[in-house]
């Protein structure tokens, strides 16, 4: 993805700062991403989301909350309501400058505040909350030491992982007033609640609550053995994925429009990260898939190989040939099933990449025909597979014209 760092005037009218990560094609939708309390734009799950959803063609804005990371203005002053009042005017960003915002993502006290924002922001039509608490006054556990010297002084000092902040009396009266009743009740969009069953931080409790008190349409999904923060790459990874294909649901994302000579349209294939081999396919603009290598190969093995794809390529033609042909014939099949192998890897044969001399790539092939065929028929079923498009154009001749794209295109 391509990630820009831009600017927008905050609550208060400080500088805020942020990231607006791009597809590596058109935008075709856009999101907004807000961090977890005291947190930042950059924590590792949302650079995940980011890049996932930037892989669909969804353009994300990610920014730091008012007095937090890179933004301007004095933490203190702020409290949950300028939360909300941030996302609102960074949803003005997006629409103004990219697209509407339709969908909202919050982790943490940032889910709360995607919740209680979402009525306020025009165009919303989806929101995911990923272990967020159902009352906002729950960030107040994080320094509970100090509640009493807060209220009595109107302020104090407090360590929130490892990092001084100092928290007013404003601010605990803020979360008090803060409830999200209302703001579930009318929100016009889906919510996707997730969270882990070992949030020590934010109990599970918290996303029964968020989830029965919002209307349908709504969705939870556990994220097993994750922490609070989703600091490990596996479980960012997997919220990323399940946030992806379930928004495509409630997200209107605008069509791709195939280019001259490409009826089928533009499979694009984005690496995921600079390490390992994990590739990001885009189909149209309408299926995500996954492209890897097994671990023992370098990669992380969380989606097929290059050449696994190109056997479920054949093996899928194959099926749908034979279905059609049986259709069209009549013939008694019940069921149809195609096994693809192939011998190579792509790492021993990319080690003799521009080498001379021939080579025979062997995909072997084994069909399951069920119902009851005859001998006759299920010879016919056999030859036609051999003429599936996606076989003759294996063994034909294929040329692939490669042109490198200019850094302004």
């Known amino acids: 993805m391509n990630t820009k760092k831009i600017t927008f005037s905050g609550h208060s009218g400080d500088t805020l700062n942020a990231r607006l990560d791009l597809p590596d094609g058109p935008v075709r939708g856009a999101a907004l991403f807000a961090h977890c309390f005291t947190c930042s734009k950059d924590i590792p799950a949302a650079r995940r989301i980011a890049g996932r959803l930037a892989a669909q063609g969804i353009a994300v804005l990610r920014f730091d909350f008012t007095g937090l990371g890179h933004s301007e203005g004095e933490f203190a002053n702020t409290n949950f309501t300028s939360n909300v009042e941030d996302l609102r005017l960074a949803a003005d960003y997006l629409r103004d400058h990219v ?50 010297v807060i209220r009595e002084t109107g302020e104090a000092e407090v360590d929130l992982a490892g990092r001084p902040f100092r928290i007013r009396r404003q601010f605990l009266e803020d979360i008090t007033e803060a409830k999200l009743d209302e703001a579930l009740k009318h929100m016009d969009a889906a919510l996707l609640v997730l969270h882990s069953p070992h949030d020590t931080t934010v109990g599970i409790r918290n996303a029964a609550e968020i989830f029965q008190g919002a209307m349908h349409p709504k969705s939870f999904i556990t994220l097993d053995d994750a922490d609070h923060l989703i600091t490990r790459a596996e479980d ?100 149809v ?69 200019k850094d302004d295109e």
């Open 99 to 148: 697209a509407d915002p339709q969908l909202l993502i919050g982790h943490s006290l940032g889910g709360a505040a995607v919740i209680k924002a979402a009525p306020q922001i025009e165009g919303a039509r989806a929101v995911v909350t990923i272990g967020a608490p159902a009352d906002p006054a729950h960030v107040s556990k994080n320094f509970a030491a100090q509640l009493d």
């Open 236 to 335: 960012a990874e997997y919220a990323a994925d399940v946030i992806g294909a379930w928004s495509t649901r409630y997200v209107e994302l605008a069509a791709e429009t195939p280019p001259t000579g490409a009826p089928e349209g533009v499979t694009r294939v984005s690496e995921a990260g600079p390490k390992g081999f994990r590739q990001d396919v885009n189909i149209s603009g309408k299926h995500m898939l996954t492209a890897d290598e097994p671990v023992k190969l370098g990669g992380t093995d969380r989606g097929p190989s290059p050449y696994q794809l190109v056997a479920a390529g054949l093996g899928a033609c194959t099926s749908m040939t034979i279905r059609m042909v049986a259709r069209r014939k009549n013939m008694p099949l019940e069921h």
């Open 337 to 405: 099933y195609t096994d693809v192998t192939h011998d190579k890897e792509h790492r021993t044969d990319c080690e003799h990449c521009g080498e001379g001399g021939a080579r025979i790539d062997v995909f072997h092939r084994r069909i399951s025909l069920a119902g009851k065929l005859s001998a006759e028929e299920r010879q016919q079923l056999l030859e036609i597979a051999d003429k599936c498009p996606v076989h003759r154009t294996l063994e034909s001749e294929v040329v692939v014209n490669t042109e490198l794209i």
